[in-house]
């Protein structure tokens, strides 16, 4: 059984998510490098963001990338057609009841996804049931509570929180990241490290300011703006005001943080 | 003219930051080495937590350990007759008007100072010319917005928030790290770079959930109840809760988060 997804499936989502991952892809992707060979399932590779960077990192390991939705795997096969990668292959299905027999893979990967579902540690411990005792399982969220900004408007705060809040009536955690270690092991992952992984952006880091800030943060808030005033959570002028503050956080008096959080460990033994 | 300090001046306090300052030393001082004979003006010493680690990081430098307190400097003393330290000299004098020439220094450091301050770019300006044109100027602050944990409890929060207000009431603040990149560069600082350290708890980092969360943060925390409750900001039921959600954090579900920032920059020509 599927949740629903915050962000929608729209182009212009797609290309946000493309945005995001360029500028993040060495943060958060770091570390992680698959053998040739191996067999490797990404579990919600949606567009095909993260997958990039995963084939990039291992360009011999074979990925299996499977999602709930036909029209994002149909870009993400563009996207690997274009490149001529042939060390993938798409599944459509369900990450609660993933087509596969237990035990097929050598090492999981879960990008931005569980942070989107009601039962993340289900999810999670149905995944690595796929996983052979002993390989390897990366789970990288965000932490939508980890961001301040300064200066600290009171309604870019508000705005924010709107975000938080459209994940939350979704049936999502959009803190997940914080409780990311107990509930790899609540999932049943061994020898569970996670690290937080924090973006930091000031006048001297001009290409985060850039690409975090004004390409990825401010266009993610701005999409829950019909929904935030539908529900009545801002005025219209409240909202230009908050989204205005959130730009003078990319100003040179400004800065902004925010921290995603890559957990590893073991799938256990059967 | 100094300002009011939060944590005031009790032997427990002097005990609390010498433990912050125990678990937290490598991940602040990293990086800040001093040569032999180099003049180093500590500015803000207290009772010497950081000056402890100064030294032994550059044991042939020559420190100079500037501060308010003549309780605080004694103790600052006392601990360096102690140790045997010959290279520091303890100074009592005021932030805002130091008793020392222009340029008299090599380097200057400040570590948990300016977010006591009412006018913090004001000291740090002040206290730059107090260093040669090329000297290196390195500021380390937190800040109290940083903090997040789960599980996530409203009155552990609130009680975070008293600690927040508590330094805001005496003309500090606590949210100083996130702008500390705007503040060195308006105090007039060249070639500055910030860099957030978080600290990050969870159960498979035992020495930090202890050293950090139960035997620093909460003992913060605890430190503001009377002006809290003086207040009416939580009752001391509330306050009871909050505290042991907060201990909450410190178990096997729980996480704790929190960031301090470390600036590093040029002192500018006179």
Redesign the interface.
């Known amino acids: 059984m599927s949740d629903p997804y915050v962000h929608g499936y729209t182009t212009r989502e797609a290309r946000r998510l493309g945005d995001q991952a360029g500028t993040l892809a060495e943060l958060l992707h770091e570390g992680t490098r698959y053998p040739a060979g191996a067999k490797v399932l990404e579990a919600g590779c949606g567009v095909g963001s993260q997958t990039r960077f995963l084939v990039e990192g291992s360009p011999e390991a074979r990925f299996t990338c499977l999602d709930i939705s036909s029209e994002s795997l149909a870009q993400a096969e563009a996207q690997a057609a274009e490149r001529g990668w042939e060390n993938l292959e798409f599944v459509r299905g369900d990450l609660y009841d993933a087509p596969f027999a237990p035990a097929s893979f050598d090492h999981l990967f879960v990008c931005f996804v569980l942070e989107h579902l009601t039962r993340p540690v289900e999810a999670l411990a149905g995944l690595m049931r796929l996983v052979k005792p002993g390989g390897s399982v990366t789970v990288i969220e965000g932490?939508h509570?980890?961001c301040?900004?300064?200066p600290?408007g009171a309604l870019a705060r508000r705005a924010w929180q709107c975000l938080i809040d459209a994940q939350a009536a979704l049936g999502g955690d959009s803190?997940i990241g914080?409780?990311l270690?107990?509930l790899m092991?609540q999932a049943g992952a061994e020898q569970?490290?996670?690290?937080?992984r924090?973006v930091?952006c000031?006048?001297?880091r001009p290409a985060w300011v850039e690409g975090f800030v004004r390409r990825t943060i401010i266009p993610m808030v701005e999409g829950v703006r019909e929904a935030a005033l539908a529900e009545g959570m801002m005025s219209p002028e409240e909202w230009a005001e908050g989204i205005a503050q959130l730009h003078q956080t990319a100003t040179?008096?400004?800065?902004f943080?925010y921290?995603f959080f890559k957990g590893v460990g073991v799938a256990p033994a059967a």
Chains 1, 2 share one sequence.
């Open positions: 932490d509570g980890s301040y900004f300064h600290d803190l914080r409780r270690y107990p092991v569970v490290r996670v690290g937080p924090a930091y000031d006048d001297s040179a008096q400004g800065s943080l921290t």
